[in-house]
């Protein structure tokens, strides 16, 4: 073989590069009167199952393939009786014959054959560099096609294409077994993940009270484990056994302590339903001071009792209260015709407002205010009875006093109520979860989630402000 016949103008991916001079005309049609022989069973068309299932999938390739053009004259010739020559580093050996056309022709039909069977390798290459494909199946084509290279019916750089295909078969193995460390990688990361998961499902599921919060993170850890794949059956299996497990415990527990708070409310209305039928029995009293002692007792207690069920509680209240009134309208009415006697009495409690009143400030010392409220209270009812046409004055006044202790204590209750201060509580919770996801985000380069998980904590980050300003204007 000379220099210029062994010499192969290819680039450094091993795909040959054109050459300067023009390209062989378009494929000859059929000759009139005469049928070209079809190629023999020795030289197998170029087109394979590599190059179909390539073809099939472009785009797992990270470039395109570039056309593989050659000059078949380098490689072979044509003889004038359509003998068809090609030379290889064994020389020289026939690969079959031309009769559509003259010699010319026929070169630039082998040389197309060639070079669509260097677009197959090219091809094959491409999809091993690329880790796209399965290294085994490119394995098993590249032999197969080097197999057809000793009876190929082409012209053109046969012993490149051989070389080529002995590094693709070389180099598959090596593919192949990156390929495993890559799965077994991605099979011990998402076993930790859902390792990590399931254990944090187990810890809710065991100690969390944050009964809102707990359960919206198990929704999250669902969600989240249907998106991680890879994970050994049976390895799967367990860890779902875990995560289910956790969350039925939550949820019992969560079951338990609604019940308990339902038994609790409804014991605080059976309570009050007894405080209401103690109150009834006492409105006809005319024990008039006695009574009311007791009546405050009563409201002690009714205040101790807890809250029932929100529609019980308002009129069971109204209930009570209307005993109350009903007792102190008829002892004011009793009170109306000794006038005359209770002078000397409405004067002490005007002395009583004018010493009390103004050091009842419960914006500044609510205890001491109620302390004070009570003790005026006390020395009120000590006073004894005052003249009908002065009652409403001066126990408008009182009342002016009670009511703005009772509605200070009110605000207060309100401002410290515990389901309010829990639910803000709870989205502050949900802010952190959401940067925390943020900067894991941002850690593992994920910067559309991260950017997802920011905007979701900026929403809780208002609802848990709005939540807190609520509280603050009770």
Known sequence: MTDRESSSDTDTTGTAAPRPGPRPGPRPGPVPGHRPPAPSSASPSPSSDAAASAEAAPDSHPHAIVPVVTDPSEWGRVDEDGTAW?????????????????????????????????????????????GAGDAKKTKAAAVALAETLPTAAVIGDIDTLASRLRAVIDHSDEVAAEHRRTRDAQRTEATARKEALAAEAEEIGAES??????????????????????VDRKVDDALWKRYSKAREAFNRRRGAHFADLDRERGAAKVRKEELVARAEALSSSTDWVETAHVF????????AAGRAPRDADDVLWQKFKGAQDVFF?????????????????????????????????PAADLEGARAALRTLQDKWDAAGKVPRERMGDLEGKLRAIEKRVRDAADSEWRRTDPEAMARAAQFRERVEQFEDQARKADAAGKAKDAEKYRAQAQQWREWADAAQGALEER
Do not use: C, M
């Open 296 to 303: 405050r007792d009563l409201l002690t207690e009714w205040k």
């Open 329 to 361: 309208a008829a002892r004011n009415a009793a009170q109306s015709e000794q006038n005359a006697e209770f002078e000397e009495n409405a004067r002490l409690k005007e002395q009583l407002l004018e010493q009390y009143g103004p050091s009842i400030d």
């Open 86 to 130: 090609v030379r290889t580093a064994d020389g020289e050996r026939v690969i079959g014959s031309w009769q559509a056309g003259d010699a010319a022709e026929g070169l630039a039909h082998f040389g197309r054959r060639y070079d669509d069977l260097a677009t197959e390798v090219a091809l094959l290459e491409a999809r091993l560099n690329s």
């Open 209 to 230: 009270t944050q009964w809102k919060a707990a359960g919206d993170r198990l929704r999250a850890i669902l969600d989240e484990w249907k998106t991680i794949r890879g």
